[in-house]
Each structure stands twice: as C-alpha cells, then as structure tokens.
C-alpha cells in the first residue's frame, strides 16, 4: 500500500502562484494531480511517468507544470496564473507499472491522497 501526502494548499489571488507537494511512501511508476471542485466529478489535471513523460489537462496547459523527484519519491504540481475556476481539493495519486502503462490524465490510479484544498479568488 503506498501511501501519498498531500501540502501546499491554501489560498491565494488569480494570477498569483501556488506550489503543491506530495509525499509518497514509496516510488511509483505513474503519479499525478486530480482535482475536484464542489458539485463537479473529478478531473486528471497533470500526470508523469517515471521517465518524466508528462500529460496535461487542456485547461491548465501551459499555466502548471507537474514534475517529480524520483529519489525522493515526490511530486509536486507549480501553479502559475491561476485562475478562480481552479478552485477545488487537489490529490495526489500514483499507479504501478503492474496496473499498465497509461500514464494519462484519464488513467485509473491505484492509491490516492487525502487531498489539499486549494482556493483561488478573484
């Protein structure tokens, strides 16, 4: 069972930025960001693969930037430019490789985070 912790939120002006983090028990093969706002199902934000091959949900492309450091088993998911539209609980989750190699914003993960609420205000 891996286990991931998320930190980072908080609460901070659109156009502003925001670094989240995540702490993983133990290295996984894919890790990424989904978020769910209130009243709305849940959404792949951004996910890498260990090789750092990276996905992006359309929305946030070229506004946040995913990585990982693989040594220390961390994720992390910079934020720049936010916007309200933003606003929702980020968690972090990760897939092995034993699960498949779709490492997608529309993969199926298989440990998830608690999550880390993130408010973005106009």
């Known amino acids: 069972q891996v286990q991931l912790v998320e930190s980072g939120g908080g609460s901070v002006q659109a156009g502003g930025s925001l670094r989240l983090s995540c702490a993983a028990s133990?290295?996984?093969?894919?890790m990424g960001w989904f978020r769910q706002a209130p009243g709305k199902e849940r959404e792949g934000v951004a996910v890498?693969?260990?090789?750092?091959?990276?996905h992006y949900a359309d929305s946030v492309k070229g506004r946040f930037t995913i990585s990982r450091d693989n040594a220390k088993s961390t994720l992390f998911l910079q934020m720049n430019s936010p916007k309200p539209e933003d606003s929702a609980m980020y968690y972090c989750?990760?897939?092995?490789?034993?699960?498949?190699?779709?490492?997608?914003?529309?993969?199926?993960?298989?440990?998830w985070g608690k999550g880390t609420l993130v408010t973005i205000s106009s």
């Open positions: 890498i693969s260990s090789n750092g091959l990276t």
């Open positions: 133990e290295y996984t093969y894919c």
């Open positions: 989750a990760a897939k092995r490789a034993s699960s498949g190699l779709w490492c997608r914003t529309d993969a199926g993960m298989d440990y």
